[in-house]
């Protein structure tokens, strides 16, 4: 078989996979070299992105996935395909600061945030965003927390190295937010995190 | 308190609250005038509390942490010597942990905009849970978080007994790791429910549960599931020999 009718095969495969398809996991599959299964991926990617297409190939979680485009996003929600959920500002702050410090305690957390972070953690374990690496070798051994794949596959990341660089220093641009008046205030109540943290169905 | 018209909005947190303050007054960041925000700051807890509102604890402690910083800069610095270091800004701390914050903040947000999985962007579907249960296939290693979902669901079953009883005879963590052992004897693997067959006491589910765990310590077992959610298998780490006999005291558990 030569490497013109590798590129078909490699896209059947990745088309049937469950997830995100590692190159190495196909070199296997196929039992071919590496390097001819990444040239077919990027005569596939070419090759979507040359003709217009619903799906293009995108890199995610260290393997490769098929993956509609943003722009259909609304049609494909009428289909009844979304799972929609909004994350509170709560957990996705956590959620960011445990992708750029992991491996991270959530003493750690808590510091960084100024509130207590219990409950948003659990949301996150549950949601397997996060997952306990292990414990720390510091008195009372307390849990260390990194981020899963489905964390990476969320956010359509190759790994951990493509998240967004952090500002070093952040001006601080005058609030643009719309306020809220003093009759709506909740949120500072503790458990309303965790009411917060909730995907909604 | 007219000075400053509180629009509240949903602050997460105490740093949240201040670095709202600092923008809102367009104050610099790495000098901030501690007197004016300590007093904005204990405004809006006041004002809290006269709407009855509950005042989390972090931000008492943040409203702690100001007045400290303030009375810290009205005392006057003691230099000593020349050569000393002078002493760091009381401010110091604080500031940076606002900008670390508002970093992640940041960040936080970005992340959101980005395309999501699921939400603007999809996959094709995946296949019915029902349909992996039975492959043979793509087994992932179950963790620990997954395990304890999976005893609350079995000690859901088994609700608490409220009788008051003394029984001598239980069943000892040795025992069932001998039994569990036994049963795995021939087989390639178990289900984890079917070693919660029914009628088994939440006394007993306890028992084997610790079982289990001391048989993934000693890496005699693996649990395994083909997908999150799916049935969870126990599978042997090393063959069981059939005349291996397997040398575990109680002592050696930790448990009596």
Do not use: C
Not at chain 2, 188 to 205: H, P, Q, T
């Amino acid at each position: 078989m030569d490497t013109h009718d590798l590129v078909p095969l490699v896209e059947a495969l990745i088309f049937a996979a469950d997830g995100p398809l590692k190159a190495e996991r196909i070199a296997e599959a196929l039992e071919r070299p590496p390097a001819d299964i990444r040239a077919a991926i990027e005569a596939l990617e070419a090759d979507y992105a040359e003709r217009p297409r619903g799906f293009f190939l995108q890199e995610v979680a260290g393997g490769y996935q098929l993956r509609t485009h943003p722009e259909y996003a609304d049609h494909l929600r009428k289909l009844g395909r979304s799972r929609p959920f909004r994350f509170s500002r709560p957990a996705l702050e956590s959620l960011a600061i445990i992708a750029y410090r992991q491996p991270v305690t959530r003493a750690e957390i808590e510091y960084l945030r100024g509130v207590d972070s219990g409950s948003v953690l659990k949301t996150l374990l549950e949601k397997r965003l996060v997952r306990i690496l292990g414990k720390k070798d510091v008195p009372g051994k307390p849990m260390i927390y990194g981020t899963t794949k489905e964390f990476l596959e969320l956010f359509g990341l190759p790994d951990l190295s493509s998240l967004p660089t952090l500002s070093e220093f952040s001006e601080l641009a005058p609030d643009t937010e719309t306020e809220v008046l003093m009759d709506s205030l909740p949120l500072l109540v503790d458990g309303e995190e965790e009411a917060g943290g909730q995907e909604t169905e | 308190m007219s000075g400053y018209d509180i629009h509240l909005e949903n602050f997460e947190g105490p740093l949240d609250l201040l670095l709202h303050l600092i923008k809102k007054n367009e104050m610099e960041i790495s000098d901030i005038p501690i007197a004016a925000i300590t007093a904005q700051y204990l405004g809006i807890l006041d004002a809290m509390k006269t709407l009855n509102l509950d005042i989390a604890g972090e931000f008492l402690l943040m409203a702690a942490t100001l007045l400290h910083i303030k009375s810290k800069m009205l005392l006057p610095r003691v230099i000593e010597d020349e050569t000393e270091q002078e002493e760091e800004d009381p401010r110091a701390e604080l500031v940076r942990r606002l900008l670390e914050y508002q970093k992640y903040k940041d960040v936080s947000e970005t992340l959101e905009a980005g395309p999501l999985l699921g939400r603007d962007l999809f996959t094709r579907a995946d296949p019915e849970p029902e349909v992996l249960e039975e492959a043979e296939t793509g087994f992932v290693a179950v963790g620990l978080f997954d395990l304890l979902a999976a005893l609350r669901d079995v000690l859901e079953e088994k609700p608490e007994e409220f009788v008051h009883e003394v029984n001598l005879e239980q069943l000892s963590v040795t025992d069932r790791i001998n039994a569990i052992l036994t049963e795995l004897r021939g087989k390639e693997s178990i289900a984890f429910l079917d070693l919660f067959s029914d009628g088994i006491k939440r006394s007993e589910v306890i028992v084997t549960f610790l079982a289990l765990l001391e048989l993934v310590k000693m890496h005699m077992v693996r649990f395994m599931q083909n997908t999150h959610y799916g049935t969870i298998w126990l599978f042997p780490s090393v063959a069981v020999d059939e005349n291996a006999e397997l040398e575990v005291g109680e002592d050696n558990l930790g448990y009596s």
